[in-house]
């Protein structure tokens, strides 16, 4: 089946842009993450929605990153007025449950969109 | 707080070779840990996971053991082959505090040559 797809999977913006970045999770996945890559690191937790409810937004780094995921499917990160420290990749993930004490749910990564400030 | 720390690389082994990546966590509650990979041009895959101290992970011949007693959870395997040349991340998840995110180390890169 469809895994989890992202657009576009390379943004090239200049600094002070908006700029959309579009997540496609796999059907009836309940629960989607974002991530931003640096290079050479981990991923860093963003943000977490639970259907269309945003739960956790502890991760945003700045006023400047808004996320949506207004009918629980689809999701969408904004970055306004970029930065070039915003450069990054950023993962999308989806997950079929909630985990916790019942157990753990593999999230499931999308290919990432690279996004470049100049 | 919750971090995970990995052992830097890049590591580079010759087929049939025996690999260690030693990865240690912190955690405020009782986390599941998670190895998972990025091949060359691929997405993140989930290659094994443990919720219990002592639970061994395995798949496609890696393994991890969740050692609670030294807060570890090393990724091993016996022979490794060409085709494992990869990025291999450490993660855990502290389900039990809430947060349903993960936490990951910086990365391993690992390249296997013939």
């Known amino acids: 089946g469809a895994g989890v797809s992202q657009s576009p999977r390379y943004k090239v913006a200049k600094r002070g842009q908006d700029v959309a970045l579009r997540c496609d999770p796999i059907s009836g996945h309940v629960s989607l993450f974002w991530y931003q890559q640096a290079l050479g690191q981990g991923p860093e937790f963003l943000t977490y929605f639970q259907n269309e409810a945003q739960l956790d937004k502890s991760g945003l780094p700045s006023d400047r990153f808004f996320a949506e995921r207004p009918e629980g499917s689809v999701s969408t990160l904004k970055i306004q007025r970029t930065q070039q420290e915003d450069s990054a990749v950023y993962l999308c993930?989806?997950?079929?449950?909630?985990?916790?004490?019942?157990?753990?749910?593999?999230?499931?990564f999308g290919p990432g969109t690279r996004l470049t400030v100049t | 707080g919750n971090s995970v720390t990995q052992m830097e690389g890049p590591v580079t082994l010759s087929e049939e070779a025996f690999l260690t990546i030693n990865c240690t966590y912190t955690?405020?509650?009782?986390?599941?840990l998670f190895w998972y990979v990025q091949y060359p041009g691929e997405g993140l895959q989930l290659l094994l996971k443990?919720?219990?101290?002592?639970d061994k992970g395995s798949n496609k011949g890696f393994e991890a053991t969740y050692r609670k007693e030294t807060t570890s959870f090393h990724l091993e395997k016996g022979s490794v082959q060409v085709s494992d040349s990869a990025v291999y991340f450490c993660a855990l998840s502290d389900t039990q505090t809430g947060a349903n995110n993960l936490f990951f180390g910086t990365g391993t890169r690992l390249t296997v040559i013939p």
């Open positions: 443990a919720t219990k101290a002592d």
């Open positions: 993930a989806s997950s079929p449950g909630t985990s916790g004490s019942q157990g753990v749910y593999e999230q499931y």
């Open positions: 955690a405020t509650g009782y986390p599941s």
